[in-house]
């Protein structure tokens, strides 16, 4: 199964509304980080937050680690048009390499 | 730094024949990493390579599937017999250290017809 699960799947709000998203994973780790995918693009890193932080901000991003809940959440404040993609996060539970999950699609309407 | 180059950027061919694609990772990553993905099946680790060594290819699909990384600014991947359910976009990444963060290329968009 999957190290790194979002929730939800799929996200519609609008414009200036904020979207967090959720991950859940299984076991111990180093790391976390975030990455966003526009339809057609590469994934692209957003964020990396490590396992002895509880919080990390960039931007219109916020980022909480919760590791006694082996879990995380990224916030989009303000949301833009722009913002629509998909956003993954990853895990280093593996040791040598990331572990994606299945990714949450974000739409924001105008 | 031009990121992660790949190419083509689509690929259109016909089952049964050869198809390479191209990756130029960032100069001075040491690990770069095939990725597969599709809407069935998601974002698939293929295989990844640390220091042009091959280290996991578990995700490799089939035999017809190969990856090589001859020197540190330059791996490909290859299937000969192309089928159509190897359609997919196809992504190379790097990293300096497996874990940290990755930069992606814009991918191969292959079609197999």
């Known amino acids: 199964s999957q190290q790194g699960e979002e929730d939800p799947q799929a996200l519609s709000i609008q414009e200036g509304e904020n979207a967090t998203m959720n991950c859940s994973y299984k076991t111990s780790i180093n790391n976390l980080q975030w990455y966003r995918q526009n339809s057609g693009r590469g994934l692209v890193h957003l964020i990396l937050i490590r396992s002895n932080e509880r919080e990390k901000h960039s931007g219109r991003l916020r980022v909480t680690l919760d590791t006694s809940k082996k879990s995380s959440s990224l916030l989009i404040t303000a949301s833009r048009a722009a913002d629509t993609a998909s956003y993954f996060c990853?895990?280093?539970?593996?040791?040598?390499?990331?572990?994606f999950g299945e990714g949450t699609q974000l739409t924001v309407n105008p | 730094d031009a990121g992660v180059i790949q190419s083509p950027r689509h690929e259109v061919t016909e089952m049964g024949q050869e198809v390479t694609l191209r990756c130029k990772p960032i100069s001075g990553h040491d690990y770069l990493f095939w990725y597969r993905q599709t809407m069935m099946r998601g974002l698939e680790l293929l295989i990844y390579f640390n220091n042009n060594v091959p280290i996991d290819d578990s995700g490799m699909p089939e035999d017809r599937f190969s990856a090589k990384m001859p020197n540190a600014s330059f791996s490909t991947l290859k299937i000969q017999p192309s089928e159509p359910r190897d359609s997919a976009v196809y992504f190379c990444?790097?990293?300096?250290?497996?874990?940290?963060?990755?930069?992606f290329g814009s991918g191969t968009r292959l079609t197999v017809v």
């Open positions: 990444a790097s990293s300096l250290l497996g874990v940290s963060r990755y930069t």
């Open positions: 990853a895990t280093d539970a593996s040791g040598s390499r990331l572990t």
